[in-house]
C-alpha cells in the first residue's frame, strides 16, 4: 500500500496514508523516516560515531545497538521532571531524536533534512475574527470525527476524564 501510494503521490504520500504507523523507506541513497499525525507510533533515530543512521520504534531496542550513545540529555531531564513528558524531538539521550508526528525525515548523502508536515495547515490570517476561527475550528472537529466514525461498525471512545476526550465524545 505504502509502495502504491508512493509512486501516485511521490512528495505527497505520505498524507494519502490513514491508520496509526510509522515507516522507514530506502530509496536509491535516500532512507525516508515517517511516523503518522496521531503520533500514537513512536519512532526513533540517531547518528551513529561512524556515520550510519540507526532507527527503531522501541527506544529501549535502539539503546541495545552496539554504536548508539547513552548519554542523558540535562535538558530532556528538566523536561520531564517540569512536565511528566518529554516531547519530540527529544528523548531523554543527547543523540536519540524521536520523528515528530506528521513528519518525515530525509537522509541522504546531502544530509538530514525534515519535510514539512503532511496534513494540510490551516491558514489562520485568512480568517477574519475569533468568531469566524471557532466555528471553522467547529466545523473540521465535526468533520474529523463524522469521518472517523462513518466506517466504524461499533464506534467507542475512551474517557480520561480530561477535556479532550470528552470534547471528542460530546461531538
Same mark, same amino acid.
Given at each position: 500500500v505504502v509502495l502504491a501510494a508512493c509512486r501516485r503521490w511521490p512528495t505527497e504520500f505520505?498524507?494519502? +496514508?490513514?491508520?496509526?504507523?510509522?515507516?522507514?523507506?530506502?530509496?536509491?541513497?535516500e532512507v525516508l523516516?515517517? %511516523?503518522d499525525p496521531s503520533g500514537l507510533q513512536n519512532l526513533y533515530w540517531c547518528r551513529t560515531p561512524s556515520d550510519s543512521l540507526a532507527f527503531a520504534t522501541n527506544l529501549h531496542a535502539l539503546l541495545g545497538l552496539p554504536e548508539v $550513545?547513552? %548519554? +542523558?540529555? %540535562? %535538558?530532556?531531564?528538566?523536561?520531564?521532571?517540569r512536565f511528566l513528558d518529554i516531547a519530540a524531538p527529544h528523548t531523554m539521550y543527547e543523540s536519540v531524536h524521536a520523528v515528530e508526528a506528521g513528519r518525515a525525515l530525509r537522509w541522504s548523502p546531502r544530509g538530514l533534512e525534515?519535510?514539512? $508536515?503532511?496534513?494540510?495547515?490551516?491558514d489562520a490570517g485568512?480568517?477574519?475574527?475569533?468568531?469566524?476561527?471557532?466555528s471553522a475550528l467547529d466545523l473540521h472537529m465535526q468533520r474529523s470525527v463524522q469521518d472517523s466514525l462513518d466506517p466504524a461498525q461499533r464506534p467507542a471512545a475512551f474517557l480520561s476524564g480530561g477535556i479532550d476526550s470528552a470534547l471528542i465524545c460530546a461531538l
Open positions: 505520505a498524507s494519502h +496514508l490513514d491508520g496509526v504507523f510509522a515507516f522507514v523507506m530506502q530509496t536509491g541513497n523516516l515517517y %511516523r $550513545p547513552r %548519554r +542523558l540529555a %540535562r %535538558r530532556s531531564l528538566h523536561e520531564y521532571l525534515t519535510c514539512p $508536515p503532511s496534513a494540510p495547515q490551516c485568512a480568517l477574519e475574527s475569533f468568531e469566524e476561527a471557532v
